[in-house]
T-cell receptor, first 112, second 115 residues
Framework: GDSVTQMEGPVTLSEEACLTINCTYTATGYPSLFWYVQYPGEGLQLLLKATKADDKGSNKGFEATYRKETTSFHLEKGSVQVSDSAVYFCALRFYTGNQFYFGTGTSLTVIP | EAQVTQNPRYLITVTGKKLTVTCSQNMNHEYMSWYRQDPGLGLRQIYYSMNVEVTDKGDVPEGYKVSRKEKRNFPLILESPSPNQTSLYFC??????????????FGAGTRLSVL
């Protein structure tokens, strides 16, 4: 079935370190891909998205490229800040479908 | 301000006592959805609604009911809650579109404990 697999956390990094959170998907069609972020005590917020192969989503210094050949959508940031500490969710949704599929989430803590 | 509002934010109840968690959005969105978030399982979709009077099961609908009588409201009903429904619940909404690039807007969450 359709699913999203994220790297397990928690991830702890020092400020200004590089971040990569891996996300791969299994899908029978061509989904849109999303990264959502959840700050402590809050609901999820869209961080970035990509709707077709080779699209690159970017926001707040984060980037992710839709790789159809490897069915991946890894989240990257070159220099993390303490304020990036949150849980990050990879998700997919099909053009013609009505369901969202989320990964299990990856907790990131950035220490000064 | 565009928002999705859930109530209550925190709820402790006992097994078998019916409860309703309300969800309301002010963005005129057609699509609304309920999720539960559990450690190690991420978000799982319970029910969703494409429009008024149109609802469908998600991945984990057992033990839940929903209704969509008005566009802005999408309550989640637990007729007879059980301890395995202890979880963090999120309501979300988005615009509808067949070729969807839709963004979902999430509420702040309802933390439910069933004793």
């Amino acid at each position: 079935g359709d699913s999203v697999t994220q790297m397990e956390g928690p991830v702890t990094l020092s400020e200004e370190a590089c971040l990569t959170i891996n996300c791969t998907y299994t899908a029978t069609g061509y989904p849109s891909l999303f990264w959502y972020v959840q700050y402590p005590g809050e609901g999820l917020q869209l961080l970035l998205k990509a709707t077709k192969a080779d699209d690159k989503g970017s926001n707040k210094g984060f980037e992710a490229t839709y790789r159809k050949e490897t069915t991946s959508f890894h989240l990257e940031k070159g220099s993390v800040q303490v304020s990036d500490s949150a849980v990050y969710f990879c998700a997919l949704r099909f053009y013609t479908g009505n369901q969202f599929y989320f990964g299990t989430g990856t907790s990131l803590t950035v220490i000064p | 301000e565009a928002q999705v509002t859930q109530n209550p934010r925190y709820l402790i109840t006992v097994t078998g006592k019916k409860l309703t968690v309300t969800c309301s959005q002010n963005m005129n969105h057609e699509y609304m959805s309920w999720y539960r978030q559990d450690p190690g399982l991420g978000l799982r979709q319970i029910y969703y609604s494409m429009n008024v009077e149109v609802t469908d099961k998600g991945d984990v609908p057992e033990g839940y009911k929903v209704s969509r009588k008005e566009k802005r409201n999408f309550p989640l009903i637990l007729e007879s809650p059980s301890p395995n429904q202890t979880s963090l619940y999120f309501c979300a909404s988005s615009l509808r579109g067949a070729w969807t690039k839709n963004i979902q807007y999430f509420g702040a969450g309802t933390r439910l404990s069933v004793l």
